[in-house]
């Protein structure tokens, strides 16, 4: 039996905390195993608990939730993938939490399958985003000039730091980049391309290893930029 998933909750309301807490722990395969309230006391237990995931509040006093996952994300010491759970369906908050090093987006009023599934899915380093809300990144990152985007962004969302890396991709590395560019998950992937999910997940890898690119998102972002998709 795999070990379950350990997550930390960030949220300035302890009513929200206990209801993530009991919907995520009813899954049988997750822990919530910290609870933060503000983006200062997240760094603190992301550095001491090292989860595997982070549902992320956006506005929270002292330090807001996207400071925090920008301290979390650059840090080398910490490998959870942070997902940013908030009340507001803005793209502002979107962009920001993605160019912070947000592994993805969800709403609050997201049901409990979808809370569920959002943390298996940034555990296993799969893609989080919906495909309208992909379209949304695309729309602007793709537009926005290279250099600008490297000011912005963190490595999660930043381009590789060549651009000729493109070219060691294999054919089917970049079939499966052009999949993971219109937001299919590894079993999509797989079924598409008649092969097994571990091996998609080892194509995906070596795709995020050979771009520079330390996620789906950033991945995504790159092939639409570069004419792959």
């Known amino acids: 039996m795999s070990a379950p998933i350990r997550v930390l909750l960030v949220d300035d ?9 009991m919907i995520l722990e009813s899954a049988g395969d997750i822990v919530v195993i910290g609870e933060a309230s503000n983006g200062a006391e997240a760094v603190a237990a992301a550095s001491a608990l090292q989860p595997d995931v982070i549902c992320m509040d956006v506005q929270m006093p002292d330090m807001d939730g996207l400071e925090a996952t920008r301290r979390i994300v650059a840090d080398e010491d910490i490998a959870a993938a942070v997902v940013v759970v908030t009340t507001f369906d803005r793209d502002d908050y ?4 993605l160019a912070a ?17 959002a943390v298996r899915v940034a555990a296993a380093g799969d893609a989080l985003l919906a495909p309208e809300v992909t379209r949304r990144v695309i729309a602007r990152f793709a537009a926005s000039p290279v250099p600008a985007l490297r000011q912005a962004a963190t490595p999660r969302v930043a381009e590789p730091a060549d651009a000729r890396l493109v070219v060691d991709l294999t054919e089917r590395e970049a079939e499966v980049l052009q999949l993971v560019a219109q937001a299919m998950s590894n079993a999509e992937i797989a079924r598409r391309l008649y092969i097994g999910e571990a091996t998609v997940k080892t194509h995906v890898s070596n795709v995020l290893q050979k771009l520079g690119a330390r996620d789906r998102v950033a991945a995504v972002v790159y ?4 004419g792959l998709a």
């Open 94 to 97: 979107l962009f920001d939490a």
């Open 13 to 21: 309301h302890a009513v929200m905390r206990a209801g993530f807490r």
């Open 101 to 117: 090093g947000a592994s993805g987006f969800l709403l609050k009023n997201a049901g409990p399958e979808e809370l569920i599934s």
């Open 223 to 226: 092939a639409h930029r570069h």
